[in-house]
């Protein structure tokens, strides 16, 4: 009998070939997934670690600037009691002097009863100035104590920015990835092909030269011209500041009681020269001058009624501004800090990713109004403004 299916079996072969093409295309997809998956994850971890670390920084310099800010304005607020204290004494002075001339001439009916107020809003006014003065004192020493602990917290946030504590976070930021990446180790950057180990290298060291060579930590102001232009531009900016404040007489004012007797009224606020962040002084008088004729014209200035206040004086111990954390003025405008990430595997050569972070110091776009500085000033550690984003290599090779 004749066979009727002659090719029956020959399907075999071929169907063994599709089940081993389909096998080997399914192994090297699972490796070509697997090897995307591990290159991902270290590309996370890597653009993680340089990214944390830039904002570690952004955020103490941020802070830095914060403080530094509060510091400032404790200080100026201390000035502004100063002062007050000064008018508040010149104002007792005054009003003593006005009883005394009422006691002088020896009033009787309504003028007696004018002589008696006076004596009773003196009396007021006395004990109205001496609880200012305790309460002035309690203000002074807990500003100077509260600067103190500012500049404390200050030395601590710039200490974190030692580069142990940012290797250290690295390592930790990568560890929370995988247990077995490594972050810019020694190993790792010289496992890099062609010159991106030394640039990796180069970036490493330059960031913590950068870091010590930018930021000035613990600056002590006696002989500072710096913080006396921070402080001189804060007072001049607001016209109020600058009323109390300022050396340029500007709560001060003068009369002519036709032309035979001038009454001027001084008051002004200072701050040691070589030491602009310490003490505040200020005074306030009344004073008068009479005219003495052709050809002496007028004569000397008498003074009426005075006011004194010292800081020092007030409390015995106040200490203004201590220390505090700035950029250099003579390490450049605007000095950007650039942090790399270079995580590797176990062996350094399966996988490898490096990722950059900067931080700078840029003025925000919807900043507007007088409190904000202008897009041209320098960078400083008294304006909140340091930001962190992540960078690509392009634009450290074009740097």
Known sequence: MRDLHPESGQILPVLFAVIAIGLTALMLADRIATAMSDQSRVTDAADSAAYSAAVWTARRLNFVAYTNRAMLANHLSVGHVVAYISWARYVEDSIRGLDHIAKLLKLTGILATVGAAIALVKKSFSAGVQASEIAARGYILATNGYNTALSLAQADAVSLLEPSQITRLQRRIVAGHDSAFSVNSLAGINSVPGPWG????????????????????????????????????????????????????????????????KIRKQGNSQRPPEHPADNWQSSDRLQWSLFDGFPFGWGGWSTLAQGKANAQSLTGIYEGITSYVRIDPDSGDYPQFIFPALVTTDDERTNAHLSLAVVEYKIPPRCGGSACPSADDVATLFNPYWNARLISSSEVITQ
Not at 219 to 247: A, G, M
């Open 198 to 261: 030394a640039i990796t290298g180069g970036l490493i060291i330059n960031l913590y030269a950068d870091l010590l060579q930018h930021i000035d930590p613990e600056v002590r102001p006696r002989n500072d011209p710096y913080l006396q232009d921070i402080v001189n531009r804060t007072i001049s900016h607001e016209p109020r500041l600058e009323r109390w404040l300022s050396n340029s007489n500007r709560r001060g004012w003068q009369v002519n009681l036709v032309n035979v007797v």
